[in-house]
Nanobody, 124 residues
Framework: HVQLVESGGGSVQSGGSLTLYCSAS????????MGWFRQRPGTTREAVAS????????FFADSVKGRFTIARDNAKNTVYLQLNNLRPEDTAMYYC??????????????????WGQGTQVTVS
């Protein structure tokens, strides 16, 4: 049984920073894509960033390139998302996701099998 545990959300002012953490239990973490999607009220879930746990290759949405970074710690089955220079439009519920294996398109939510409960990020 795979569980994703998220932490690190909160409220910051525009220009501020936050770090989101996501830890995975179980063997599904290895050689998978793990990352974050976000959803604002009334909108569809959109990809933010993801990383291949095998070799560290990242994916970033255009809207966060240059502001967010992603890293992994395979010894802890944990992925970190550093959010810098936050803007009000970054306000959303952020969900951790794990593909649990092959993922053809890391920006596409259906490729992810496991999801966390979400952590709120609010930028004012």
């Amino acid at each position: 049984h795979v569980q994703l545990v998220e932490s690190g959300g909160g409220s910051v002012q525009s220009g501020g920073s936050l770090t989101l953490y996501c830890s995975a239990s179980g063997a599904a973490y290895s050689n998978s894509w793990m990352g974050w999607f976000r959803q604002r009220p009334g909108t569809t879930r959109e990809a933010v960033a993801s990383i291949y746990t095998g070799n560290g290759v990242p994916f970033f949405a255009d809207s966060v390139k240059g502001r967010f970074t992603i890293a992994r710690d395979n010894a802890k089955n944990t992925v970190y998302l550093q959010l810098n220079n936050l803007r009000p439009e970054d306000t959303a519920m952020y969900y951790c996701a794990l593909s649990g294996g092959y993922c053809y398109t890391p920006s596409n939510a259906p490729w992810y099998e496991y999801w966390g409960q979400g952590t709120q990020v609010t930028v004012s």
